[in-house]
Every structure is written in C-alpha cells, then in structure tokens.
C-alpha cells in the first residue's frame, strides 16, 4: 500500500493537494494512506523550503505549487512499479 504525505500547515493550497491525491487514488482504485503532516520540524526533514509539499512513498515529488491530477496520477503509477 502506498503512503502518501501531504506537507504543509494546512492552508487552503494544502487542502486542494490533499483533495487531488485523494481523488487520483480513488479513480485509480488503489489502496493508499492519506496523511497531514503539518509539524514543522517534521517537514524539514524533507528539505521543503515553501509548502505544499507532496511525498509518495517517502520520495518528495512536488513543492511549493498545487500539481495537476495527471502529475499526480503520473507520480502514483510510478511508485506502484516501484513498491
């Protein structure tokens, strides 16, 4: 199962990156894990300098900008193969 972080403090661009990966997982019908983190020393840890922040299996793919649902689509089909 894919474990998918949305990183930031939890304003309305976080919530929409939020709303597209929830969406992307449920159109592709897969299982995956939707987690907020939004403890700022936890996402130092990935050297994010401007939030939102999207992680897919503890990979950071997206920073600082709301990613289109064919990026994040993309991104997800990826880390299948790769898991």
Known sequence: MLTIKVLGSGCANCKRVEQIARKVITDMGIEA???????????????????????INEKLVSTGRIPTPAEVTTWVADALQTA
């Open 33 to 55: 894990e939707v987690v907020k983190v939004t403890d700022y020393n936890d996402i130092m840890t990935y050297n994010v300098l401007s939030t939102p922040g999207l992680v």
